[in-house]
């Protein structure tokens, strides 16, 4: 299958050829990709991504995929409404 | 060893931004050296709105600069890409009457060096911006020019245009120490290896203070957390950035979709932290509610900290050292180290290769501090 039509990153529609031109432009782990390219920084926060991007960054630095960091987390767990948040139903 | 003509500590855009202006101006052998890597530190973590609507006509003076070089950074820099520059003005929103008195101020201040600013009556103000509530606010100020560029993007677009003219950087390097001897700087220290240089930049961002320290200069500056967070895209709803000193917010859908909101934390301690509080979600999500209800039907994704880097006046240092010669500061930005890089760059390469330097850049001196009374201070900051 065509690199182009390999969807690594769902939410920010990245493309593993997308992953591949960024790690041979020298940034190589998870954050530094990730400002580049958005992956991780939609929706589901690096749910999917992480691990295919964390084994794709193995691959390119010939590392162990446990050597390999990935994404820093931080809340929230998943997408809550900032209306829900303020409690300003009215009451 | 490495030999060094200049080393750059900090690959935030203040580093990055002062390399590119160095090498395009025939510096050699420029070294920058990041802990981590480029926009690891507060540029990466920003609110990404560029404006010129200051209290302080300096403030107002750098902006404009710097404005004026965004609008042509992709092809200056030769970016492949885009650093997604999009000018559709800062709505900033006063509360009292008190608030619409500083605004007249600061607009005649904007105006009169050519920043095209205006004051606007509520009714106005809804047709830039139609799903502010009304009663939220009681006037505003608006300038059309100011909008949002992207830290990342800028970043990379600086650092490769300065990779291209001979710039080299070590990344996830950490400086340790700078030997000075007889008041004449000799060494840069990393946990990696030692350059010889007789001058350095400080551009260390949040640990600008620290890096200072090494030297035994004392730079007047703090760190604290400011946090922010990011809502799931939507589609283009919101132009402008929409702020608010006395409500405390600043608001901006950046072109991407998300829009990027924050405030800050009057109680924030004078540290590095950089975590996210359940207290600032609270907080931001009653305040968005109240003056962008729309807004407030949108999902958060994400919070993140990250930290600004204060001076006493809430304006940047950019200066050289009296009895230090060769170490050259930039920083103490109060929250706009990313809207100011591109004129910080600018100074900063004037000042170290001793080129003349236009008159409004010596307020920018640390030397205005030893001066009790601070004479002008910008008040206008979220």
Redesign the interface.
């Known amino acids: 299958m065509n690199k182009k039509d390999i969807i690594i990153c769902r939410c920010e529609d990245v493309t593993l050829e997308d992953v591949h031109n960024c790690l041979k432009d020298g940034y190589t782990t998870f954050e530094e990709l990730k400002r580049i390219l958005r992956v991780g920084m939609g929706p589901c926060q690096g749910q999917t991504c992480s691990i295919l991007v964390q084994r794709e960054i193995a691959k390119f630095l010939g590392k162990k995929i446990e050597d390999v960091k990935t994404h820093k987390t931080r809340p929230l767990i998943t997408g809550v409404v900032l209306e829900d948040i303020a409690g300003n139903d009215n009451d | 060893m490495i030999k060094a003509d200049i080393v750059i500590i900090g690959a935030g855009i203040s580093g990055l931004s002062t390399a590119y202006n160095l090498a395009k101006n025939g510096v050699k052998n420029i070294v920058v050296i990041d802990e ?5 530190g507060s540029t ?1 973590r920003c609110g990404a709105g560029v404006r010129q609507q200051w209290g302080t006509k300096l403030n107002c003076i750098l902006a404009k600069k710097s404005i004026e070089f965004f609008m042509t950074a992709n092809e200056v820099l030769g970016y492949k890409k885009d650093i997604e520059f999009k000018q559709e003005g800062y709505l900033i929103l006063s509360t009292s009457k008190e608030e619409d008195e500083v605004f007249k101020k600061n607009v005649a201040v904007q105006n009169s060096i050519g920043i095209p600013s205006k004051l606007l009556s509520v009714e106005e103000a809804l047709k830039v911006v139609p799903h502010l509530n009304p009663k939220a606010f009681t006037s505003a100020s608006f300038c059309k020019t100011d909008g949002h560029v992207n830290p ?2 800028m970043s ?1 677009a600086y650092y490769k245009a300065a990779k291209n003219l001979g710039v080299d950087f070590y990344f996830y390097e950490k400086v340790l120490e700078i030997k000075v001897n007889n008041n004449r700087i000799e060494e840069v220290i990393t946990d990696k290896r030692v350059f010889e240089t007789n001058k350095v930049v400080n551009a260390a961002g949040g640990f600008a203070k620290e890096i200072g320290d090494m030297v035994g200069v004392e730079i007047p500056v703090f760190s604290e957390n400011h946090e922010i967070l ?4 939507t589609t283009n709803i919101q132009g402008p950035m929409v702020m608010s000193f006395s409500k405390n917010i600043y608001c901006q859908q950046v072109p ?1 979709g998300s829009f990027l909101i924050g405030r800050s934390n009057p109680d924030a301690l004078p540290n590095h932290d950089i975590s ?1 509080s ?1 207290q600032f ?2 907080e ?3 305040t ?2 109240d003056i962008l ?1 729309k ?10 900290g990250g930290s600004y880097n204060n001076s006493p006046d809430h304006q940047p240092i950019i200066s050289d050292i009296e009895g230090l010669p060769g170490f050259y500061i930039a920083c103490g930005y109060s929250g706009h180290g990313f809207m100011f890089a591109p004129i910080t760059g600018e100074i900063l390469t004037q000042m170290i290769l001793n080129k003349p330097l236009e008159d409004y850049t010596k307020e920018l001196h640390i030397n205005r501090f030893n001066n009790k009374e601070i004479t002008d201070f910008e008040k206008s900051v979220v």
Request: glycine content about 6%.
């Open positions: 981590l890597f480029i926009t690891s990466g990342f993007l990379e990011v809502t799931e895209p991407h996210s359940w979600l609270d931001m999500a009653k968005v509610c209800p807004v407030g039907k949108l999902r958060v994704i994400r919070t993140w």
